[in-house]
């Protein structure tokens, strides 16, 4: 069974900087594959961001481009969202969801086509 944890969310000002980290336990294998969600309140689960480390692709929601980016650190089996110069409309609940295996380009903005979710955790920004 794969555990997941977020971590790394908070308040902060727009113009700020967080970094999300998502920890994977349990059933550590090798995610070649990540996509961070986001949901706010009211809202469906809105594609963020997806990675493919295997291919060397990464698929952005086209409002945080150059704004956002992934990471990895396999030696503790976690995976980071960072997120620049945030926005009011970037409030939501961010979660990862990693893959043993990529998925097709028309997949990857879709939750459905994801297996495990770890808890989410908040972002808020606002003056």
């Known amino acids: 069974q794969v555990q997941l944890v977020e971590s790394g969310g908070g308040s902060v000002q727009p113009g700020g900087s967080l970094r999300l980290s998502c920890r994977i336990s349990g059933r550590t294998f090798d995610y070649s594959v990540v996509a961070w969600f986001r949901q706010a309140p009211g809202k469906e689960r809105e594609f963020v961001i997806y990675?493919?480390?295997?291919?060397?692709?990464?698929y952005y929601l086209d409002s945080v481009k150059g704004r956002f980016s992934i990471s990895r650190d396999n030696a503790v089996n976690t995976f980071y969202l960072q997120m620049n110069n945030l926005k009011p409309e970037d409030t939501a609940v961010y979660y990862c969801?990693?893959?043993?295996?990529?998925?097709?380009?028309?997949?990857?903005?879709?939750?459905?086509?994801?297996?495990?979710w770890g808890q989410g955790t908040q972002v808020t920004v606002s003056a």
């Open positions: 990675r493919d480390w295997s291919g060397g692709r990464t």
């Open positions: 969801a990693p893959r043993i295996n990529r998925l097709a380009v028309g997949s990857i903005r879709r939750p459905e086509h994801y297996e495990y």
